[in-house]
């Protein structure tokens, strides 16, 4: 059985940073990595996205604020949030998808005060 574990979430304020990391218990190789977000009342969407070679795409939103990266030694995403905005306030999840499937982690709450 596949595991894909966020962990990394938590409470700031206005401007601060935190770091989000997604272990997975198979090889990334061969796949996509994304984090996925959901706010309460609105659909889930697409944060950022890394492919295995490297390529990335982020929402508009978060354009130069955020940084998708992955470490396929550890099998592990991170995405790094900078600037963090009120409106940056979801759930966070981690997905896998590609050569190996299609896996969703459990998610991460990101709460961000003003």
């Known amino acids: 059985q596949v595991q894909v574990m966020e962990s990394g979430g938590g409470l700031v304020q206005a401007g601060e940073s935190l770091r989000l990391s997604c272990a997975v218990s198979?090889?990334?190789?061969?796949?996509?990595m994304g984090w996925y977000r959901q706010a309460p009342g609105k659909e889930r969407e697409l944060v950022a996205a890394?492919?295995?070679?490297?390529?990335?795409n982020y929402a508009d939103s978060v354009k130069g604020r955020f940084t998708i990266s992955r470490d396929n030694d550890k099998n592990t995403v991170y995405l790094q949030m900078n600037s963090l905005k009120p409106e940056d306030t979801a759930v966070y999840y981690c997905?896998?998808?590609?050569?190996?499937?299609?896996?969703w982690g459990q998610g991460t709450q990101v709460t961000v005060s003003s």
């Open positions: 997905r896998l998808w590609g050569w190996s499937g299609d896996y």
């Open positions: 198979i090889r990334l190789r061969f796949n996509t």
């Open positions: 890394i492919t295995n070679g490297g390529g990335t």
